[in-house]
């Protein structure tokens, strides 16, 4: 038979283990939910005025941030965002499988921007970009840097904003204020640290974003400019094409201009010819398309502001 005092810390027990089993229960909630965007979507305006308070500002700023970068890559797919998640973690574990042969560990020691609280996961990744083919890591599954560092800032944000609402939720229960406290001590630090790479991830995804999408534009940019460059030496051949050589084949004469033009300045065409095609043969066919233009009564001036496709347009219009 139980004694008074043994029924009383067999009591105890069984309330510990009460209390230890809501606590429980509320921790594998929150674990099922970090990681799989279930809490935490990204996507959504999920910071509303209601709520926009409750939370600590970096999550607030950070998490807007990847919602606009996201939203300018084009990705509005929750599924997109755990394909991304997949691939962000093959990558560190790609890291972590060659941390030898790929020089991390010494470059821990030695690279500036891994000091001094050690590499996050956002240098994990700058440090594989930099070192290492995407090929290598990612095989054929499509996935670009700027989505890897945007996910990475996400996953930060929520697995802070899942431990904020752990916390929250314990607060339900008065008898867990010591383990509430012990998991506030715990992710004290971690909260400063994800705030670094909250941060970090999602201005070097945005950094990352704006210098390739210069890239592309300053591309864009020089091909129109060099084809307006390839337009007026076209214009500068056909003129030579009227003074001086009209009275002779298309062929006969686009050799006698190419030969004549051949260390002209402005020739941009053994630049943007790496196959090595003879320039005589295309000069021949824009000899028949504007000698055609201008039977129909078109001016060379008229011609050389239109596109091989619109002055094909004008004679079917005419013929």
Sequence with gaps: MLTKEQKQVMSEAVERLEIFAKALEIEEEIKDSIYNFRSYNPLEDFYSRKNIFKFP??????SLRCRD???????????????LRKMYFL??????????????????????????????????????MEHEEKVAIFGDNDVSWVELFVIDSCLTIEEAYCVTKFLRRASKYPELSDLRLEIAKKYKDDYIFSAFEALESISFAEGLYAAETAIVN????????????????LMKCLKLYEKSYKNLSNSKAAKLIDLELKDDPERLYEINNPEGKNYSDSLA????LWKRFKEFGGDLRQFSKLSRREVLKRIKEKA
């Design 57 to 62: 500002k970096y999550l607030v700023n950070a």
């Design 69 to 83: 970068l996201l939203f300018q890559l084009g990705i509005n797919d929750l599924e997109h965002l755990r394909y």
């Design 91 to 128: 990558a560190l574990g790609y890291l972590n499988k060659n941390i030898r042969e790929l020089g991390f560990k010494k470059a821990t020691e030695h690279v500036s921007w891994m000091q001094p609280f050690g590499p996050s996961d956002c240098s994990k990744l700058r440090y594989l």
């Design 218 to 233: 300053n591309t864009k940019k020089a091909g129109i400019a060099s084809q307006s460059k390839e337009r007026q030496f």
């Design 285 to 288: 066919r824009w000899i028949s």
